[in-house]
């Protein structure tokens, strides 16, 4: 049996690495990835805790994150290939043309 302190460390580890990616990286690709990261953080404590707690609604909530999280992967990818349509470039500064 895994202790839950290793489930909140590798939660911690993955949010502190997907945080440090949406805010130092600038190719918007690597920024999703990074938002992946995050949100995927999240669904190992949740299941981690309705785990420890006998409770479903952890695995509850890891489910709407995941459907929320592929909602915002289809609207994030129409903008992205309506970027590069533009402007032909993955960079998060140039994300302000598109601005009208």
Same mark, same amino acid.
């Given at each position: 049996m895994v202790p839950l302190s290793w489930y909140v460390l590798l939660g911690v580890v993955l949010f502190v690495i997907g945080a440090a990616g949406v805010l130092l990286r600038r190719n918007v $690709? +690597? +920024? $999703?990835?990074?938002l992946e990261l995050l949100l995927n953080? +999240?669904?190992i404590n949740f299941i981690a805790f309705g785990r420890q707690y006998d409770d479903f609604r952890g695995q509850i909530f890891a489910i709407f994150v995941i459907a929320i999280t592929a909602a915002e992967v289809a609207v994030a990818l129409?903008? $992205?290939v309506a970027l590069v349509r533009n402007k032909h470039t993955l960079k998060v500064d140039d994300v302000t043309i598109m601005k009208g």
């Open positions: $690709l +690597v +920024v $999703l990835m990074s953080s +999240v669904n129409g903008i $992205l």
